[in-house]
């Protein structure tokens, strides 16, 4: 498929039509003014960073408990992050990971399959992945790249699609069944949110890198995108492997959320209850957040 890789674009944002140039310096107003409170995000403001910084700190330090209980009994925690682009995966995965040994605690994420790959069963080049006895596996975007981006984009066929929404709840229960420690996140954010982290890759010299070719051809798939999402959600919302739904137009209630769920979902020693927190519900629940 090739990729089509215009720079201004025109857009349906709530039933406007407007133009939108990501090479344009200038970030527009409709955009900066909505940008926090787009997708409906519950907060006016992003949560101060002296109060994010100790309670990070504090859930940092939780993780690292929980890292030595998993390696001392041998089980294991296995977590995919999946999310609209710039949703904030990245960073919430390094804040996880950050003080973690990194000798049993490992980040996927994994290229374009190569030729071999894309021969083999789908799922083949993640299972290899999968964490050892003790160990801790994050992937950065996983299986679940054939439930949304391949069939927007193009990169399957229907039948493909059709046949991984079929398979992959009963993947997901061999895991469950395995006994690791299983979770799955959705980061999602307002779609003037999405263009303005969009237009602030563009134009930070230190975050070019993070602006593909594919986060330009997507920005009129908007659209797209949702339906696909809303049905993976349908498909695979199970008991045993449930979704968790992050509103992320503020990254930082975004990771401490995603923390606090995991450590609070899971018995270590030396768990301090009160060190970790209570989830805010207007920011991490289930998919029904999103309808």
Request: hydrophobic share 35%; with cysteine; net charge neutral.
């Amino acid at each position: 498929m090739d990729i089509d890789q215009s720079r201004a674009v025109e857009l349906d944002i709530k039933g406007k039509k407007r133009i939108f140039n990501i090479d344009d310096p200038e970030l527009p107003d409709w955009v900066e003014e909505k940008a926090l409170s787009s997708g409906g995000y519950p907060y006016e403001d992003k949560l101060k960073r002296e109060t994010y910084d100790k309670q990070m700190h504090a859930l940092q330090v939780e993780m690292v408990k929980l890292q030595y209980s998993l390696q001392s009994t041998g089980k294991r925690m296995m977590a995919l992050f999946e999310g609209r682009d710039a949703a904030g995966k990245g960073g919430t995965i390094f804040n996880l990971h950050s003080y973690l040994n990194p000798r049993s605690a490992h980040i996927v994420a994994l290229a374009k399959p190569t030729d071999k790959e894309t021969g083999q069963w789908y799922f083949q080049r993640y299972v290899t992945h999968f964490p050892s006895a003790g160990e801790i596996t994050l992937f950065d975007r996983s299986w679940y790249n054939r439930a949304v981006v391949e069939p927007v984009m193009g990169f399957c066929t229907i039948e493909q699609y059709r046949d991984f929404i079929k398979t992959v709840p009963h993947i997901e229960q061999m895991i469950v069944d395995d006994g690791i420690h299983f979770f799955k996140f959705w980061l999602d954010i307002g779609h003037e949110m999405q263009l303005k982290r969009f237009h602030d890759r563009r134009h930070d010299p230190l975050k070019t890198w993070k602006l593909s070719p594919m986060d330009i051809a997507g920005l009129p798939k908007w659209d797209d995108y949702t339906a696909k999402r809303d049905a993976m959600l349908d498909k695979t919302h199970k008991d045993e492997s449930p979704w968790t739904v992050v509103l992320s137009n503020d990254k930082r209630r975004a990771r401490i959320n995603v923390l606090r769920h995991i450590l609070r979902s899971i018995d270590y020693v030396g768990r301090d209850l009160d060190a970790i927190g209570e989830i805010d519900d207007k920011v991490l629940g289930g998919p029904k957040m999103l309808r």
